[in-house]
């Protein structure tokens, strides 16, 4: 009896590693659409979430811009997070503005001001970002396209160890 025992325990741990079609489950991932099936390098970006996207230590998560129209100024946030050692957005690239800046919003005396970053904005190790506003963000100089709330933009993010990901932004 206890050898029929530890042959159903050694069967049924043998069976979890596959799927019904041969493929073993923690080498695959559902993509949002949950259509297909998509291998995971932990050296990509790998989308994690509704509007996240991983990438080593790095986790970007509900990036948003604001609505705004051909030729103005808007501003872009998120949340970074940071499993890793110490890293640093260091610039953000996209075709949706002339130029883009990292900025910092600061209240001095009841006086707002915003004023470029100029070497990156510090993600600490294990810790969290929120760009946000009143806050660091991104500055969007000169929109090359209207936003329209609805849409989504996409933006490349540079930091200094994990690389350069691909987000999109969603317009609010």
Not at 52 to 60: G, P, Q, R, S, Y
Not at 92 to 112: C, F, P, Q, Y
Not at 117 to 135: D, F, K, M, R, Y
Request: aromatic letters at 6%; a negative charge; proline letters at 4%.
């Amino acid at each position: 009896m206890r050898a029929v025992y530890f042959l159903l325990i050694a069967l049924f741990v043998m069976s979890c590693g596959n799927k019904t079609d041969g493929t073993p489950y923690a080498d695959t991932t559902t993509d949002p659409m949950g259509s297909h099936n998509m291998s995971v390098d932990m050296h990509s970006p790998t989308l994690v979430a509704d509007n996240a996207v991983h990438l080593k230590d790095i986790t970007v998560l509900n990036a948003w811009a604001r609505h705004a129209a051909k030729g103005d100024n808007s501003a872009v946030y998120m949340i970074i997070e940071n499993t890793g050692i110490n890293d640093t957005l260091m610039s953000v690239d996209s075709i949706t503005a002339a130029a883009i800046e990292l900025h910092s919003a600061m209240n001095n005396k009841g006086m707002m001001s915003m004023d470029p970053v100029e070497n990156g904005i510090l993600i600490p190790a294990h810790g969290t970002l929120q760009l946000q506003p009143g806050s660091f963000h991104i500055m969007l100089i000169g929109l090359t396209t209207e936003l329209t709330s609805g849409a989504s933009v996409p933006f490349e993010l540079t930091f200094a160890n994990a690389g350069t990901v691909e987000v999109n932004a969603e317009i609010r």
